[in-house]
């Protein structure tokens, strides 16, 4: 008897495939008392999804940290998310990575995973990044960049076999 | 009405699975260091409208400085174009660590039915002179690629 297979509906963005290729998208501190700006990465849209089917969702970011300060200064600390519904959807999950300048940089690739189920019918999900904490830089400077790679992708899995 | 499934090929590599039992690979300092392949796979049965996602897990190891190594993806072997790169930084603070290096990279439009793809590393930046092993990879090493067909209407 053949295998029931699982993968149903799967999407990706990629607006950029290699470490420094593209203009770096700075990541600036705002003046003291404002939100840091959320910056949209990718979108991936899927479709033909049932409430027992799994949403698995994958990124993989290239960016690096600047030292704004002087060399070896001002550890900067990133946080990627993905939203539901737009860029101002709800928020599913969000995962954070750090890194000290070496001398003048510190170039960093961040991955991470996110599954969720109950989704119907057709649904987008963003993408963005915001900065979370740069210590030792000062408002308006740019103590982290997105340089690329920029890989974002969305993988609809039906419910396992019984 | 059944559900059009959409995973038609899916090939890995996985000549290491924890750290320490690889090579080990070293990556030497120098004006133009070398860049090494550590994993190759084949993808069959792909048609142009097709997806290909190819991912990897690498674990390496940092000796001294705060080494830069940049992963790439060549698509046909050793020396065919670069599809995919990456880079990350090892934080050493003067003595040995480890770290691992985990990304995706997809594609699409494929001419060929068959295509083999190479994930190879070279170091990027490090403060060493040239000769000395500021960064090695010793496992794991896992490189996977999956055909996905187009998406039902």
Request: glycine share 10%; hydrophobic share 35%.
């Amino acid at each position: 008897m053949s295998r029931e297979r699982l993968l149903v509906y799967y999407d990706f963005d990629q607006p950029d495939s290699f470490s420094g290729s593209i203009t770096p998208i700075p990541l600036t501190l705002p003046a003291a008392g404002a939100l840091p700006t959320e910056i949209p990465l990718a979108t991936v849209n899927l479709n033909l999804v049932r409430p027992h089917d799994r949403v698995r969702l994958a990124a993989t970011v290239g960016w690096r940290v600047v030292a704004v300060s002087g060399p070896f200064s001002n550890e900067a600390e990133l946080e990627f998310r993905i939203r539901r519904g737009g860029t101002t959807g709800v928020l599913v999950s969000s995962a954070r990575d750090s890194g000290f300048p070496i001398e003048d940089f510190r170039e960093i690739t961040t991955k991470f995973l996110y599954t969720e189920g109950g989704i119907s019918h057709s649904v987008q999900y963003t993408l963005s990044v915001v900065l979370v904490n740069a210590p030792g830089a000062g408002p308006g400077t740019t103590p982290a960049q997105i340089i690329g790679p920029i890989h974002f992708e969305g993988s609809v899995i039906d419910d396992n076999s019984t | 009405m059944a559900r059009e499934r959409l995973l038609v090929y899916y090939a890995f590599t996985q000549p290491s699975s924890q750290p320490g039992t690889f090579g080990p690979v070293s990556l030497v300092a120098g004006p133009n260091p070398a860049e090494m392949q550590l994993a190759e796979i084949t993808l069959r049965r792909i048609r142009p409208h097709d997806r290909v996602e190819l991912a990897s897990t690498v674990g390496w190891r940092g000796f001294f400085g705060n080494p830069v190594v940049e992963f790439r993806i060549r698509r046909g072997g050793i020396n065919g174009p670069v599809v995919f790169s990456n880079r990350d930084t090892g934080a050493t603070d003067g003595t040995t660590f480890d770290f691992t290096t985990t990304f995706d990279h997809a594609e699409k439009g494929l001419s060929s039915s068959i295509q083999t793809y190479v994930l190879t590393v070279r170091l990027i930046q490090s403060l060493s002179p040239a000769g000395n092993v500021p960064v090695q990879i010793i496992g794991p090493v896992h490189f996977e690629g999956s055909v996905i067909d187009d998406n039902p209407r």
